[in-house]
């Protein structure tokens, strides 16, 4: 059974860093993309990066650009957002997510993820 689970979130100060972790059970990560989504309060869910774990070729929006990075260990199955200089519009839940892409390979951000992360909230305050 195919299962992400997401770890590490909680409440940091502006400025602060944390590092979201998605452990993949079920399956290994070759021929994955795996993304990171967010979703606050009244707001709608957004994809803020995403990596194919093939060749590694990762992508970012511009609201985090410059301050998150995502890497993969396929090895381990596992998953990392390091988030940095986080502000205080970075709080939400934050979902990581998986695509299988076989052989029909894309960018990683113009997939649908079909499976899901139960999701770890951040908040980022004072």
């Known amino acids: 059974q195919l299962q992400l689970v997401e770890s590490g979130g909680g409440l940091v100060q502006p400025g602060g860093s944390l590092r979201l972790s998605c452990a993949a059970s079920g399956f290994n990560l070759n021929y994955y993309a795996i993304a990171w989504f967010r979703q606050a309060p009244g707001k709608e869910r957004e994809r803020i990066s995403c990596i194919s774990s093939g060749d590694g070729t990762t992508y970012y929006e511009n609201s985090v650009k410059g301050r998150f990075t995502i890497s993969s260990d396929t090895a381990k199955r596992t998953v990392t957002l390091q988030m940095n200089s986080l502000k205080a519009e970075d709080t939400a839940v934050y979902y990581c997510?998986?695509?299988?892409?076989?052989?029909?390979?894309?960018?990683?951000?113009?997939?649908?993820?079909?499976?899901w992360g139960q999701g770890a909230q951040v908040s980022v305050s004072s």
């Open positions: 997510a998986a695509h299988y892409y076989g052989s029909a390979y894309e960018p990683c951000y113009a997939y649908a993820y079909e499976y």
